[in-house]
C-alpha cells in the first residue's frame, strides 16, 4: 500500500487479515461454534520523544488517522539520531509460510468430527464427572510498512483442542486437561493413544497419591515443566522493558554473569515451528535465535526497539502485541532449555530421594518462583515411586539455575491454543516453550 508519511516523524502501519475458528462442547451439547474473518489496521507515528497510537478496522482509513496522529506529534530534523529510530530496521520480504494449508480451506464438518472424536475416549473412564472439548484455530496474514521502507508480507497459523475432565472417587477429586496444538490441521491426528495415558494417569492419581512430606528435595522436571520453568521464571525477566529505569534490576541481570553450570543453555527464538513461530515482529524486526544463557553465563536478552535503545543493544525480534488494538512490547515467542546428554533414565537412577514432577497446573516468577505440580512422584532409590500431592515447589531463579545438575537428551518443544502468555493486560498470546528433563537440587517442596 502506498501512504503519504508526514516529514520529520516515524510512521509504521501494521495490518492485520484474521481467520479464526472456535468451538466448544459441554458433554455433547454444543455450546459455541463460530468462524470469522476480518480486517484490521494499527498505526504509529514518533517523533523522536513520544509514542501516538491508532488503531482502526476501516483500512481506507489508515491515511486519515495517520495525518491525526501527526498534528499531535512534534516534527524533528534530527529523528535520524534517535537510539529508538535507528533500531527500527526496514525489512523488505514475503514469507508466506502456510498458503495453500490455510485454516480457512477446512471445511468446519471436519473441526466438529475431530472434537467429537475425543468424546468416546472421555466417556469410557467411570471416575470422569464432567467433560469439556473445545477447538481453537487462527490463521493471520500480516503487511507491515513503514516511513523507512519497510514492506513486509508474512503470515502465521496456529490451532489446537483441548479435553477438560473432571474426576471423582467418593471424596478424592481430580481435574485434568490434555490438550494438542500445531500449525496445521494434520497436526492434530493420532491423539487417541496420548488421551486414553492421560486420563489413566489422573485416576491412578486420584485414587493412589498421598500428601508430600515437606521438605528439601532433588526434583525431575518432565519436559513441559522445564518449558514453565524457563518461560515463568526466566523468561518473563528476560523482557528488557522491566529493566528501562530501574539500575538495581540491571545489576541484577548483567550480561555475563554466570547463573547456571557449564551445560546449561536457554534459547528464545520466533523461528521454531510452533504456538511461538513469528518471523517479524509487530515492528517490523526479523525473529532472532537470542541465547540468554549460553554454558552457564547470561549473555542475552529480549528487546523492540525503545528497550534495546535503553540498555544500547540490538533488537532482538521480540515486540510482540496481541492484536491490532494493542500497541508491541516486549515479549517472548518459544523459550526453551537446550538439550544435554545425560539420559531419562540416568537422572532417576542417579536420584535417592526426589519428585518427579510430570505436569504443573500454573506457575509464575520473576526473581522467585513458584510452581503448581499437578502431576508427581516420589523418587526412592533411583526408582519411581508412589503419585504424591504438592501444593507448590519454590526457590530463587538464579540458585535453582545453579543447582541444575542433570540435562536429559530428550528436547521437546510444546505447542500450546488454550491459554496463553499474559503481560500489561495483552492475554492471551500465543506462544511456545519446552526443554528436556531436567534435575535440580535442593528445592523446597510443600
Same mark, same amino acid.
Given at each position: ?49 513520544? *509514542? ?7 483500512? !481506507? ?23 529508538? /529510530? ?5 525489512? =523488505? ?48 496474514? !500480516? ?13 502465521? !497459523? ?17 481435574? %485434568?486437561? /490434555? ?73 541484577? *541481570? ?33 525473529? %532472532?535465535?537470542?541465547?540468554?544463557? !549460553? ?47 545425560? %539420559? ?6 542417579? %536420584? ?65 491454543? =488454550? ?28
Amino acid at each position: 500500500m502506498d501512504f503519504h508519511y508526514p516529514a520529520g516523524l516515524y510512521t509504521d502501519v501494521r495490518i492485520e487479515h484474521v481467520f479464526e475458528t472456535r468451538i466448544r462442547y459441554t458433554e455433547r451439547n454444543l455450546e459455541d461454534c463460530k468462524e470469522q474473518s476480518y480486517s484490521a489496521a494499527f498505526i504509529r507515528v514518533y517523533d523522536g520523544a513520544q *509514542w501516538y497510537y491508532a488503531s482502526s478496522s476501516d483500512l !481506507q482509513g489508515i491515511q486519515g488517522e495517520i495525518d491525526a496522529l501527526a498534528k499531535l506529534a512534534a516534527p524533528s530534523d534530527s529523528l535520524d539520531e534517535s537510539p529508538v /529510530y535507528q533500531r527500527l530496521i526496514p525489512h =523488505t520480504d514475503t514469507a508466506l509460510a502456510f498458503v495453500g494449508r490455510e485454516l480457512s480451506s477446512v471445511p468446519l464438518e471436519k473441526k466438529l468430527a475431530l472434537l467429537q472424536s475425543a468424546m468416546p475416549i472421555a466417556e469410557q473412564n467411570e471416575y470422569v464427572t464432567l467433560r469439556k472439548y473445545i477447538y481453537i484455530d487462527s490463521y493471520k496474514q !500480516q503487511e507491515f510498512y513503514s516511513s523507512k521502507g519497510a514492506a513486509l508480507l508474512f503470515d502465521r !497459523q496456529r490451532l489446537g483442542f483441548a479435553v477438560s475432565v473432571h474426576m471423582a472417587a467418593g471424596e478424592k477429586l481430580m481435574q %485434568t486437561q /490434555y490438550s494438542k496444538a500445531g500449525n496445521v490441521f494434520p497436526d492434530l491426528f493420532g491423539f487417541a493413544p496420548e488421551l486414553e495415558a492421560e486420563i489413566a494417569d489422573c485416576e491412578d492419581f486420584m485414587l493412589r497419591s498421598e500428601p508430600v512430606e515437606p521438605g528439601v528435595y532433588s526434583v525431575i522436571f518432565a519436559p513441559i515443566v522445564t518449558g514453565v520453568f524457563a518461560h515463568e521464571c526466566f523468561g518473563h525477566k528476560s523482557e528488557s522493558d522491566f529493566m528501562i529505569g530501574d539500575e538495581e534490576t540491571k545489576k541484577e *541481570w548483567m550480561l555475563g554473569k554466570r547463573v547456571g553450570p557449564d551445560n546449561l543453555t536457554i534459547i528464545e527464538t520466533g523461528l521454531e515451528p510452533g504456538s511461538g513461530y513469528v518471523p517479524f515482529d509487530d515492528e517490523g524486526n526479523a525473529a %532472532t535465535k537470542t541465547y540468554l544463557v !549460553q554454558n552457564g553465563i547470561l549473555t542475552g536478552r529480549l528487546h523492540n526497539a525503545d528497550s534495546a535503545a535503553d540498555l544500547g543493544e540490538g533488537v532482538t525480534g521480540n515486540a510482540r502485541a496481541m492484536n491490532f488494538e494493542y500497541p508491541p512490547i516486549v515479549r517472548m515467542t518459544t523459550t526453551y532449555i537446550d538439550g544435554g546428554t545425560q %539420559t531419562v533414565d540416568e537422572l532417576i537412577a542417579g %536420584t535417592e530421594n526426589g519428585i518427579y514432577v510430570k505436569s504443573v497446573s500454573h506457575g509464575s516468577g520473576m526473581s522467585t518462583f513458584t510452581l503448581a505440580p499437578s502431576l508427581a512422584y516420589y523418587i526412592k532409590d533411583g526408582k519411581l515411586g508412589k503419585p504424591v500431592r504438592i501444593s507448590v515447589i519454590s526457590g530463587n531463579v538464579f540458585k535453582a539455575l545453579s543447582d541444575i545438575d542433570g540435562i536429559a537428551d530428550d528436547l521437546k518443544l510444546l505447542s500450546f491454543v =488454550t491459554g496463553g502468555c499474559g503481560k500489561m493486560d495483552q492475554f492471551p498470546l500465543s506462544v511456545g516453550f519446552g526443554g528436556p528433563h531436567i534435575r535440580i537440587q535442593n528445592m523446597q517442596v510443600q
